[in-house]
């Protein structure tokens, strides 16, 4: 039987969820695949200060984090630097591949596959990898000269990569993994039942809904600014706090008929399906659910960096458009909420842009991939890249 280990990294919640979403479609294809969190191998102190540090600067200092951002675009992955921070967790990444022996790495965050690429180099192991990006944007730290091949979430990251000098052949483009509830069938039978789940959702057909998803750093971090835009426009909200406890008591007060506040919920995927505008941060796990639903998206307070970055895209497209303050979001929500034919035209971009199905297309590939490897692997052998699809 196949195997396939999925390395990722809990600096946030969208590497995680990529790398389930294909472990789930492997499976369901006969092939044995383990998720493993890279974060889990650095040492504790290590772990807390690197988690603590993204938390921070994304929360306090998303400029001082663009500027991070910035830098490692410099930062080329053959150098000391990047060099070092590949041997973080090698060790454990070494015994893993010796007991559990997978036919394919596949990496949702690029520091374990410069780890991979170090073996390679070493002649550790033959074991080929693969990149999954999730985001609308390419980044040099992605790019190790023993990842056989990447799976992208557009043309124009494939481009983008291209640019950085990386070889054509080895770049597929995919669309980013979203979990399963998102997969073209079940958004198609979400969006043919619209009018049923708004009644049994006690939603208002006739009034426009928007679905504001706070997201796991926050995106209402000016709270009484949005308890105004809630109470000043003549919408419905339905408001996603997740396990924000803080925030879900907060909000609470601001419950109606007109305005709905949850916690962590379960069936997020039928408010979306019913929702005509969502505000959410610029994750590229985040707006792929959203493209897949066919969701406009007001994209509130991008992060410099991959955040404003996929913002960007999304804008392009027409499918979203990002406000930086409250004053400016209130605006937009009152013009949006007041033009139908607006939100009807960015609901029509979002659907000639998406890309479905992402898991199913990268799982495909990583199996077209295994059945053209050798049946046996030898670290004492010559290392050599493997052709994609040869």
């Not at 190790?144 to 291209?162: G, K, L, P, Q, W």
């Not at 006690?202 to 835009?229: F, S």
């Not at 971009?349 to 030898?378: E, H, V, W």
Request: aromatic share 8%; proline share 4%.
């Amino acid at each position: 039987m196949s195997k396939v280990l999925l390395l990722t990294a809990s600096f946030g919640d969208g590497h995680n969820q990529a790398a389930q979403a294909v472990r789930e479609t492997l499976e369901s294809s006969g092939v044995t695949a383990r998720v493993v969190d890279f974060v889990e191998w650095l040492h504790p102190a290590v772990r807390s200060f690197a988690k603590f540090s993204l938390i921070q600067g994304v929360q306090k200092t998303p400029a001082l984090y663009g500027l991070f951002y910035q830098s490692t675009l410099r930062i080329k992955p053959e150098s000391r630097l990047s060099k070092r921070l590949n041997h973080l967790g090698i060790e454990h990444l070494k015994k893993y591949l010796r007991n559990f022996a997978p036919d394919v790495v596949v990496g949702t965050f690029p520091t374990p596959l410069g780890l991979m690429s170090e073996l390679r180099s070493e002649g550790f192991t033959r074991t080929p990898s693969i990149a999954i990006v999730t985001d609308y944007t390419a980044h040099p730290q992605w790019i190790h000269n023993y990842t056989d091949y990447y799976c992208v979430a557009s043309d124009s990251v494939r481009r983008e990569f291209i640019a950085y000098g990386l070889d054509s052949e080895r770049i597929r483009v995919t669309g980013i993994p979203v979990r399963s509830k998102f997969d073209d069938s079940a958004v198609h039978t979400l969006l043919t039942h619209r009018d049923e789940i708004r009644r049994r959702l006690a939603v208002n057909p006739n009034v426009p809904l928007i679905l504001i998803m706070t997201g796991g750093a926050g995106v209402l971090t000016d709270v009484a600014g949005w308890e105004q835009i809630v109470q000043r426009t003549s919408a419905q909200f339905c408001i996603i706090c997740g396990r924000n406890e803080r925030l879900f008591r907060r909000l609470s007060t601001l419950a109606s008929q007109r305005v709905r506040v949850l916690g962590f919920t379960d069936n997020i995927d039928e408010w979306m399906s019913i929702a005509d505008l969502a505000v959410s941060k610029a994750g590229g796990l985040t707006v792929t659910e959203s493209l897949a639903m066919e969701l406009p998206m007001l994209l509130y307070r991008p992060i410099p960096g991959q955040e404003r970055r996929n913002a960007r895209f999304m804008i392009q497209t027409g499918a979203a458009v990002h406000a930086d303050n409250v004053k400016d979001a209130q605006r937009i929500l009152e013009t949006l909420v007041q033009d139908p034919s607006r939100l009807m035209k960015m609901r029509d971009a979002a659907r000639a842009q998406r890309l479905g199905d992402g898991a199913r297309r990268i799982a495909d590939s990583i199996l077209t991939f295994m059945s053209g490897l050798p049946k046996t692997y030898d670290s004492r052998l010559e290392n050599e890249r493997i052709s994609p699809f040869q």
